[in-house]
């Protein structure tokens, strides 16, 4: 990756940790939604960009995540700190365990399994009223004091999805990111290779499904609460979407597609009740207009 691009990023933080002066409490909540799915998008392309396993039901750990650790906090009085670390291996032992039945098979057969999983983690959690809350949802997380504040929050936030996205950047640019890569191009010869496609292939769903709860983790604090929608497959397909629309041969284009398609969301809500309309037209725009994304054609234009 060119260094302009790591400058560019870490520009990035370094204005968004600016962000509290500006005292608009607006812009605080806006762009901490922002960051919580700039880290989700970024899990699932780690799947669908590097790996080529297109995942529909990645929301069932981003609920995974939310709903151990505002269990933990509430329910049985966990500090955070060890409140969502806990939720983190809780998040990845189930990404363990669906994953082992999910790369077992391929193509679209494991993009259908992961969303029968992803709708079993939604029954779940829609059923078990006692512990989960059911349909009514899980309410009143309470956060500790020293990120209680919208502004504190935001720099929790912020520190948390910037090391993610290190880490998920040093596992994207490492041997492992490149052995998915083979393997997305070509599995059979990648095996023929001495490759072990399917273990590769079940490390990285361990990886993105944890990076996913950390998001889900995060989301259940910033909202104080969390739903079991937050699992079904429309959130799948919502992020799905910012992983499409921002370039999934970019590291950094989720990142991208969770900015815009949230500032659009924001925007079109202001104006019309048509939102979902405009997410599909958006969509098949992406898809028959620039296929690689916003990254995609940003590139290009600077290759110009």
Known sequence: MPRRHLLLAAAVVALLALLPLSGSTYLLYLFTQVLIFVLFAT????????????????????????????????????????AMP?????????????????????????????????QLVWAVVFKWRSMTG??????????????????????????????????????AHSPLGRTLMAIRENQVRAGFLGVHTRRVQLVAFIIAGTFAGLAGALFALFNRSIFPDSAWWLQSAEVLIMVVLGGMNSFFGPAVGALTLILLGRLTL????????????IL?????????????????????
């Open 270 to 281: 202001e104006l019309t009740a048509f939102w979902p309309a405009l997410l599909a037209i």
């Open 86 to 118: 806990a939720a983190l291996v809780m998040t990845a032992v189930f990404a363990t365990l669906i994953g082992a039945l999910c790369v077992r098979l391929t193509s679209y057969y494991f993009s259908m399994l992961t969303l029968a999983f992803g």
């Open 134 to 171: 059911g349909d009514d949802g899980f309410l009143r997380i309470v956060s500790p004091s020293w990120i209680d504040t919208p502004a504190s929050f935001f720099l929790f936030t912020l520190v948390l999805v910037t090391l993610a996205m290190v880490a998920l950047w040093i596992v």
């Open 284 to 304: 098949i725009a992406t898809l028959f207009f620039f296929p690689s994304g916003i990254a995609g054609l940003l590139k290009a234009r600077g290759r110009r």
């Open 43 to 82: 899990s699932l392309n780690l799947l669908i960009g590097y790996a080529g396993l297109v995942s529909f039901g990645h929301a069932a750990f981003f609920a995974i995540g939310g709903y151990g650790c505002a269990i933990l906090l509430r329910s049985y009085g966990v500090p955070l700190l060890l």
